[in-house]
């Protein structure tokens, strides 16, 4: 049975030491702990089988509730959250879905970012509707007007920050300290920053969600997501939350992503630099009207991003002039590196039309210009540019 450091907090290792090696740095063998493969576990003798199974779903009891494997990413990953508890899913939409069954019931009220990822909204408005639960979006920029939506049937409050799409960027502490107040539960999707960039436990968030097919993993090929709490109570209630409904982490994307762990601080800060590159040379160009990042002084969300984050991640959004969208064809049709593909946050770079103004109660996104979502990915900048400079020219050309 393989080590685990319980509390975590108690650490004094750096984010980047953490990621690398885990709080199983002390164990022998393999550096990185073995796939463990399992449904059936055997026990030699009827205590034990009855010791194990009393407790809860820690331990390796059944491979639906884990094995060493996934719990061994969970621990690490719990620590690089600041301390905790991980519960792994099959996904991030499964980790967000099965978050937010656990926080609710029918009668129940719940306040939604107005820009959180499509599924998450798609989630609330046809799934949780459907059992009673009502749902209301908010403003993620108006701490004010959250704090009027309150009703005496409110039991959570869901963040994702910087927004999906448009990257506004919440003053999370703030709006956790609103919903504690009341003793609403926030969670919060942190994909885009990983806690290398932010820590939303320590900003007052009950419930830390991760895509871990995105920068966790880092390399395009896994599913998997991340749920991490610090109260025991709420751990439980998310671990059983998961195993009613038959959730499980496989143990092969398990290993794929606590590997990708270990270079995760070193990936951040390369799809940084080429982000902040390309940023650079798309306001230049005459064919922008604007980059949606935090990252840019004159953007809204800047100040908070500066005091809350450590640094920014590779994506964001640029909103190009309108006639573009006509010509999207050979905007797209042509590019050698950037691909054009949905998820984020490999090692390549992508490129996506986005279109979230529709579907947007509040604070409309972009509708002025042509929106087009990049991830920076970890290619040679100068290669990106010259992709970029390539398939704005081509679409200028069919502009004429
Ligand atoms: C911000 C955000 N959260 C969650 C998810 C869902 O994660 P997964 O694709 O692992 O289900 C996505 C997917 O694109 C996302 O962009």
């Keep these: 049975m393989l080590k685990r450091t319980a509390d975590i907090r108690k650490t004094t290792a750096a ?19 073995p796939v463990q493969r399992a449904s059936t576990i055997l026990y030699d003798d009827v205590t034990e089988y009855e010791n194990r199974h009393a407790g809860f779903y820690d331990r390796v009891i059944y491979g639906l509730y884990g094995t060493e494997t996934s719990f061994a990413l969970a621990a690490d990953v719990a620590a690089l959250e ?11 939409t499964a980790a967000i879905a099965l978050s937010l069954t ?8 719940i306040l939604i970012a107005d820009c959180v990822y499509g599924s998450t909204r798609r989630f609330c408005d046809e799934m949780l509707r459907r059992f009673g639960v009502e749902v209301e979006y908010f403003d993620p920029l108006d701490a004010t007007q959250l704090q009027v ?36 539960l926030t969670l ?10 932010f820590r939303p436990l320590d900003a007052g968030v009950d ?4 895509s871990a097919s995105k920068y966790f993993s880092g390399h395009s090929d896994v599913m998997l997501g991340t749920v991490t709490v610090r109260n025991p109570e709420l751990y439980a209630r998310i671990k059983d ?22 270079t995760l601080d070193v990936r951040m800060r390369r799809h940084e630099a080429n982000a902040l590159e390309l940023i650079e040379w798309l306001q230049k160009r005459p064919e922008v009207m604007r980059i949606l990042s935090p990252a840019l002084p004159t953007d809204p969300g800047h100040a908070i991003w500066k005091r809350d984050y450590a640094g920014m991640s590779g994506l964001f959004g640029v909103v190009l002039q309108p006639q573009f969208e006509a010509v999207r ?28 103004a529709p579907v947007r109660h509040h604070r409309p996104a972009p509708d002025d210009g042509f929106l087009v979502r990049i991830h920076a990915g970890l290619e040679d900048p100068a290669d990106l540019i010259a992709d970029l400079d390539a398939a704005l020219t081509r679409a200028q050309r069919e502009l004429g």
Excluded at 102 to 109: E, L, N, Y
Excluded at 241 to 262: E, I, K, M, N, Q
Excluded at 336 to 350: A, I, Q
Aim: proline share 7%.
């Design 207 to 210: 419930i830390s969600i991760q």
């Design 188 to 197: 919060m999707d942190n994909t885009w920053g990983t806690p290398l960039l």
């Design 102 to 109: 656990s926080c609710v019931q029918a009668g129940d009220h």
């Design 82 to 92: 600041g301390g905790g508890q991980t519960v792994v899913t099959a996904s991030g």
């Design 15 to 33: 984010p980047a030491t953490l990621a690398a090696h885990g709080v199983d740095a002390r164990v022998r063998g393999p550096v990185n702990t």
């Design 241 to 262: 939350t998961v195993g009613r409904f038959g959730d499980h982490a496989s143990p092969d994307d398990c290993y794929l992503v606590h590997r990708g762990l270990r």
């Design 329 to 356: 064809r050979s905007l797209f049709s042509g590019l050698k590196l950037f691909r054009l593909g949905s998820s984020w946050g490999g090692f390549e770079s992508l490129m996506v039309p986005a279109a979230p």
């Design 149 to 184: 939506r309150f009703r005496p049937n409110t039991v959570a409050v869901y963040l994702e920050s910087p927004g999906s799409h448009t990257f506004e960027v919440s003053d999370v502490p703030a709006l956790a300290a609103i919903a504690r107040k009341r003793s609403v």
